[in-house]
């Protein structure tokens, strides 16, 4: 069983930065794939970026690719999501999900239906 507590969530102007954190309580957190969502009201939730286990392969959606730089620390059972440039466009609820698949050529975690674990989220509003 893996529990992730995301925190870091709050309001910040256009243009602004936020970091984001996930922690996980789990003994063998170097062998999960990490992977941010995010949900705006009324959407579904949609890929921001994964990492691997090991943290050296990572993948962005192109909407945050170049502004938004997600990297983890195995020690301290934790990713990080570091957000720049942040827009309206940005606005939502970020969650963050584990898997125990690998990432791979042929599989990057891009889809909510492949991780097992969630955490419950935390509000992002970019907002002036």
């Known amino acids: 069983q893996v529990q992730l507590v995301e925190s870091g969530g709050g309001l910040v102007q256009p243009g602004g930065s936020l970091r984001l954190s996930c922690a996980a309580s789990v003994r063998t957190f170097s062998n999960y794939t990490i992977g941010w969502f995010r949900q705006a009201p009324g959407k579904g939730r949609n890929f921001v970026a994964t990492i691997s286990w090991s943290g050296h392969r990572t993948y962005y959606a192109d909407s945050v690719k170049g502004r938004f730089t997600i990297s983890r620390d195995n020690a301290k059972n934790t990713v990080n999501l570091q957000m720049n440039s942040l827009n309206a466009e940005d606005t939502a609820v970020y969650y963050c999900?584990?898997?125990?698949?690998?990432?791979?050529?042929?599989?990057?975690?891009?889809?909510?239906?492949?991780?097992?674990?969630w955490g419950q989220g935390t509000q992002v509003t970019v907002s002036s």
């Open positions: 999900a584990a898997d125990h698949e690998t990432f791979s050529s042929t599989w990057y975690g891009l889809w909510p239906r492949e991780y097992d674990y």
